[in-house]
């Protein structure tokens, strides 16, 4: 089958097409989704705002730019800060790396190369047991500005698409249509910072809806030492009346819907409409959310790092209240989006170390490992309020990554560099035998096999048993190569997650 780049197939097979809720698998591609044994409860996602650096994280791989070994390339990747006062080796005392080694051997890319994971991930190389549970794919696009990298990155689509819907609003609705009707609160959420940059870098992409009704739209929680979200669920301001201020509501919504009846046809679609009444529902809820958004969950804290204290470790408090609503006794979140900004943000905003890369970007990293494994059990453990690699799945994601040589006209910095960087998938599907290395990157630190970002978020909803090809998400054509549902979907499910298919 041959397909036209964003055009939906005209003899797409008619057993993939069919009736049925949204998400659903039919006919030939039903075999290749996961059982449901296989599908994590939940998913956690930290999306590392502002690009993490592969050089000295992901992608650590000596021989390119080995000067000892001369070339082009001399010098670059893991080899550019390796001397001076802000050299990597003096800051991994700084952040107590100790007797460790800088990098540690991981796996194989496509290429053969050994891939070492970096020293700010040392927290998370300490646990064998995660690791053995990751596996790391490479990313490229040529978006370099984050205004446009964001939005592709978070959610598979250009900014400006129709169609730019976030992974948790697919995931919204997936459950919703078939999760009980007395359950009101969400299946997905968003925590975002108390940050400028978050606006500045078009991160409420995270949260977007595209096509999707109104219902599919994640809860967002903003995180913030002086938040009043406790008290205002709780709606004290109405007095006790807020049911009757509801009704009231819902009775001049439905009088205004009838407008849009048409006497023979029905009754009409109006986007707007159904995000106002999408938003008056979730204003009714707001009680039985205080339930789970309590104080105590959304309370601030301050953290340390390399030597850094601030009095509200924002990183810290997204990962523990995300922790909080994916092992939620009651009603747990599927997916939980938290905007991670680092410890301190960088001189840019976010991971984006225009300027003093080695001393803003490895406390960032390190305190985020840290307090990621802080969260998630140690064999044996079987804490009930901690996540569960069986039962939860972790991803760590970013919109670009960093240049592998200095900046010009910098203090020590690096560019934008979506040329190749890295993801992380952990745990939930992600067995033993799926641990590795997708991809390859190469000494002139460009990818050279990748995956695009729609095949990534694509294969992000296979890893949750969402079939991820409809109007509302992906096509066939977001794969590349010549292929049809089916074999997108054997594609994404084998290349991508590692599964037998």
């Given at each position: 089958?041959?397909?036209?780049?964003?055009?939906?197939?005209?003899?797409?097979?008619?057993?993939?097409a069919?009736?049925?809720?949204w998400?659903?698998?039919?006919?030939?591609?039903?075999?290749?989704m996961?059982?449901?044994s296989?599908?994590?409860?939940?998913?956690?996602?930290?999306?590392?705002?502002g690009?993490?650096?592969?050089?000295?994280?992901?992608?650590?791989?000596?021989?390119h730019?080995?000067?000892?070994r001369?070339?082009?390339?001399?010098?670059?990747?893991?080899?550019?800060?390796?001397?001076g006062?802000d050299?990597?080796?003096?800051?991994?005392?700084?952040?107590?790396?100790?007797?460790?080694?800088?990098?540690?051997?991981f796996?194989?890319d496509?290429?053969?190369?050994?891939?070492?994971?970096?020293?700010?991930?040392y927290?998370?190389?300490?646990?064998?047991?995660?690791?053995?549970?990751?596996?790391?794919?490479?990313?490229?696009h040529?978006?370099e500005?984050?205004?446009?990298?964001?939005?592709?990155?978070?959610t598979?689509?250009?900014?400006?698409?129709?169609?730019?819907?976030?992974?948790?609003?697919?995931?919204?609705?997936?459950?919703?249509?078939?999760?009980?009707s007395?359950?009101i609160?969400?299946?997905?959420?968003?925590?975002?910072?108390?940050?400028?940059?978050?606006?500045?870098?078009?991160v409420?992409?995270a949260?977007?809806?595209?096509?999707?009704?109104g219902m599919?739209?994640?809860?967002s929680?903003?995180?913030?030492?002086?938040?009043?979200?406790?008290?205002?669920?709780?709606?004290?301001?109405?007095?006790?009346?807020?049911a009757?201020?509801?009704a009231?509501?819902?009775?001049?919504?439905?009088?205004?819907?009838?407008?849009?009846n048409h006497p023979?046809?029905g009754?009409?679609?109006v986007?707007?409409l159904?995000r106002?009444?999408?938003?008056r529902?979730?204003?009714q809820?707001?009680p039985?959310?205080?339930?789970?958004?309590?104080?105590?969950?959304?309370q601030s804290?301050?953290?340390?790092e390399?030597?850094?204290?601030?009095?509200?470790?924002?990183t810290?408090?997204?990962?523990?209240?995300a922790?909080?609503?994916?092992?939620?006794?009651?009603?747990?979140?599927?997916?939980?989006?938290?905007?991670?900004?680092?410890?301190?943000?960088?001189?840019n905003?976010?991971?984006?170390t225009?300027?003093?890369?080695?001393?803003?970007?490895s406390?960032?990293a390190?305190?985020?490992?840290r307090?990621?494994?802080?969260?998630?059990?140690?064999?044996?453990?079987?804490?009930?309020t901690?996540?569960?690699l069986?039962?939860q799945?972790?991803?760590?994601?970013?919109?670009?990554?960093?240049?592998?040589?200095?900046?010009?006209?910098?203090?020590?910095?690096?560019?934008?560099?979506?040329?190749?960087?890295?993801?992380?998938?952990i745990?939930?599907?992600?067995?033993?035998?799926?641990?590795?290395?997708v991809?390859?990157?190469g000494?002139?630190?460009?990818?050279?096999?990748?995956?695009?970002p729609a095949?990534?978020?694509?294969?992000?909803?296979?890893?949750?048993?969402?079939?991820?090809?409809?109007?509302?998400?992906?096509?066939?054509s977001?794969?590349?190569?010549d292929?049809?549902?089916?074999?997108?979907?054997?594609?994404?499910?084998s290349?991508?997650?590692?599964?037998?298919?």
């Amino acid at each position: 089958m041959t397909l036209t780049a964003g055009c939906k197939a005209p003899t797409e097979p008619v057993s993939v097409a069919g009736a049925g809720l949204w998400g659903d698998a039919k006919g030939a591609t039903a075999p290749f989704m996961l059982t449901p044994s296989v599908v994590p409860k939940g998913v956690l996602e930290v999306f590392l705002m502002g690009g993490l650096n592969p050089w000295d994280t992901f992608y650590v791989v000596p021989e390119h730019g080995d000067p000892a070994r001369g070339g082009p390339y001399a010098g670059q990747q893991w080899w550019t800060f390796q001397t001076g006062d802000d050299s990597v080796a003096s800051w991994f005392q700084r952040c107590d790396g100790g007797s460790r080694s800088l990098y540690s051997p991981f796996a194989t890319d496509a290429n053969g190369k050994t891939v070492n994971l970096g020293p700010w991930l040392y927290p998370l190389r300490e646990r064998p047991d995660i690791l053995s549970r990751m596996r790391l794919v490479v990313v490229r696009h040529d978006l370099e500005p984050h205004e446009a990298a964001v939005p592709l990155c978070i959610t598979g689509h250009s900014r400006g698409a129709p169609g730019l819907s976030s992974t948790g609003a697919h995931v919204q609705r997936y459950h919703a249509e078939r999760g009980s009707s007395l359950r009101i609160t969400p299946y997905s959420y968003v925590l975002f910072p108390n940050s400028d940059t978050v606006g500045n870098f078009n991160v409420e992409a995270a949260s977007a809806t595209g096509i999707h009704p109104g219902m599919a739209r994640p809860l967002s929680v903003p995180l913030r030492a002086d938040t009043q979200l406790p008290e205002q669920l709780e709606r004290s301001i109405f007095g006790g009346r807020h049911a009757a201020v509801d009704a009231l509501v819902s009775h001049y919504t439905a009088q205004f819907r009838t407008q849009f009846n048409h006497p023979e046809f029905g009754p009409g679609r109006v986007p707007r409409l159904e995000r106002f009444d999408q938003a008056r529902k979730a204003v009714q809820q707001a009680p039985e959310l205080a339930n789970i958004l309590t104080a105590d969950a959304l309370q601030s804290f301050g953290g340390e790092e390399c030597g850094l204290s601030v009095d509200t470790d924002v990183t810290a408090m997204q990962l523990r209240l995300a922790t909080h609503l994916l092992t939620h006794p009651f009603e747990r979140a599927r997916y939980v989006h938290a905007i991670d900004v680092g410890l301190r943000e960088a001189s840019n905003g976010g991971y984006d170390t225009h300027n003093y890369h080695v001393r803003d970007q490895s406390k960032a990293a390190v305190h985020m490992c840290r307090e990621l494994v802080r969260n998630i059990n140690e064999p044996g453990e079987n804490d009930p309020t901690k996540l569960n690699l069986d039962e939860q799945m972790v991803l760590l994601t970013s919109e670009m990554g960093r240049t592998p040589t200095i900046q010009k006209f910098s203090d020590g910095g690096l560019n934008h560099w979506p040329y190749g960087f890295v993801v992380a998938l952990i745990g939930g599907p992600i067995k033993h035998g799926q641990a590795g290395v997708v991809g390859a990157i190469g000494e002139d630190a460009r990818a050279t096999e990748y995956i695009s970002p729609a095949e990534l978020r694509a294969a992000i909803l296979l890893a949750q048993g969402i079939y991820p090809f409809s109007r509302e998400a992906f096509d066939p054509s977001d794969v590349r190569g010549d292929y049809d549902a089916v074999e997108a979907t054997r594609f994404l499910m084998s290349h991508v997650l590692g599964q037998a298919v």
